[in-house]
């Protein structure tokens, strides 16, 4: 709850301040990006050179998560310093094939 959501629960329906949270709106600290230290370990441990732009997808390869634009947009960076990191699901076999087919 916000400051403004409790005190619209004490005017409006009277609840009791105690029996409520405020909730802030602030994202946790291991939520946050990390600092310089931290990414060039990463990167030494993933071996990215630094030069390199990094794509990270995270999560299922379900069609709503559209990983197909994802392999298309690869496709057309292939000149660049571009690598594409996959954490979570396999790929299906239709976008291994379609891996294959795109040459990434």
Do not use: W, Y
Request: proline share 6%.
């Amino acid at each position: 709850l916000s400051e403004d959501n409790v005190r619209d629960l004490q005017e409006i329906l009277g609840v009791e301040r105690e029996r409520m949270t405020i909730l802030h709106n602030a994202v946790p600290a291991h939520f946050r990006p990390p600092g310089p230290a931290a990414r060039s370990l990463a990167r030494r441990q993933l071996e990215i050179s630094d030069d390199c732009f990094a794509v990270m997808h995270v999560g299922t390869v379900e069609p709503r998560k559209n990983v197909d634009a994802i392999l298309e947009a690869m496709a057309l960076l292939r000149d660049e310093s571009v690598i594409f990191l996959k954490v979570g699901n396999a790929f299906t076999p239709a976008q291994e094939a379609r891996i294959g087919a795109l040459g990434i």
